[in-house]
């Protein structure tokens, strides 16, 4: 009988500001005042409330750490308005931590600006592995989970050894990491993919762990995503390594199965917003993985339900239920 999923990390606060185009430094841009707008994000809120739109049934648990300001109020909110998330591993210490969100206008991309806050201080010790009774973990951001990210004698890691015990108690993992430049990829994510089942990551977090080129400006470098998926696993990936992009879902198992779906083509106007789409499209994949359907079936629901996560600004509010999400993404291939 399956017992559920469990989401940890990242629980944020974003601050949407529409902006008509980003300026360069030391320039000035307008914040438009029609769309600004406050929301939960991060892996733990994004990811968990897609998981809880695509399937009322799915038993979810939460974990994490927020404060007890207004913000996350919000985020408690949020998470206990859907009867399946357990929100009782979310510990309240600290200042929540939160984001701000530059949105341009112009081509709908966004620019973070990130504090930390309770975030930092999740550990091991938030997670109880007598008490924690479920078939899969999914943790991210690696990189933006300070006291997970320090180093450990043993496994290189916090984050790898947090991993390396989940599976001990028979439970699969799954991780995400957040797109930084810098060196910090080498040092802190191989260590956490020897214990990773699924990973599921963009192109450009794949680059800096793989060292493998993949974007060339604005160009994908399509025959290098095959490359780059080999080596994921060279780097300790035991099940399934899978890689979003804009242009569409990129992903090879652990038998060296290789698939390619296209994104889909979207009706002028459609997109509303970008914020949330990557965690989106890790939410289908996640609860294919669940449910025990096929790779190339993972990233039909991963892309379709990035797909329906951009007709909203907010992260999570255009996703839908699975139904809803593969009939919109069979009528728009």
């Known amino acids: 009988m399956k017992k559920g999923i469990c989401v940890a990390g990242n629980a944020i606060v974003d601050l949407l500001y529409p902006i008509e185009s980003y300026p360069n430094e030391g320039e000035l841009t307008t914040i438009q005042e029609d769309g600004i707008k406050k929301s939960t994000g991060g892996a733990l809120c994004n990811v968990i409330v897609d998981l809880a739109k695509l399937d009322p049934e799915l038993p979810l648990v939460a974990i994490g750490q927020i404060g007890k300001d207004e913000n996350a109020q919000l985020i408690k909110k949020t998470l206990n308005s859907f009867n399946n998330i357990d929100t009782s591993g979310i510990k309240e210490e600290g200042e929540t931590s939160f984001t701000i969100v530059m949105s341009n206008q112009d081509n709908k991309q966004r620019t973070f ?41 043993e496994y290189g890691t916090k984050m790898a050894k947090l991993l390396a015990n989940a599976k001990k108690h028979g439970i699969k993992t799954s991780i995400d990491i957040v797109s930084e430049m810098g060196n910090r990829f080498k040092k802190l994510v191989p260590p956490a993919l020897k214990y990773t089942d699924y990973c599921i990551i963009n192109e450009i977090e794949t680059q800096q762990a793989a060292g493998i080129l993949l974007r060339d400006g604005q160009k994908l470098v399509k025959e290098n995503l095959k490359t780059a998926l080999k080596e994921l696993f060279n780097m300790g990936v035991s099940t399934w390594a899978v890689i979003h992009a804009p242009e569409g879902g990129y992903a090879m198992d652990k038998n060296g199965e290789y698939i390619e779906i296209d994104s889909l083509d979207l009706p002028k106007g459609y997109i509303k917003g970008k914020v949330g789409a990557g965690d989106a499209f890790c939410s289908g994949v996640l609860y294919a993985a669940y449910n025990g359907m096929s790779l190339e079936d993972a990233i039909k629901l991963g892309t379709g339900t990035a797909s329906v996560s951009l007709s909203e600004e907010g992260a999570t509010e255009g996703v839908r239920s699975f139904d809803e999400t593969m009939q919109f993404y069979n009528r728009m291939r």
Do not use: P
């Open 113 to 153: 600006f990130q504090y930390r806050g309770a975030n930092a201080y999740i550990n091991e010790e938030h997670f109880d592995w007598d008490k924690l009774d479920v078939d899969l973990l999914h943790i991210g951001y690696i990189l933006l989970l300070d006291a997970l990210d320090e180093e450990d004698e």
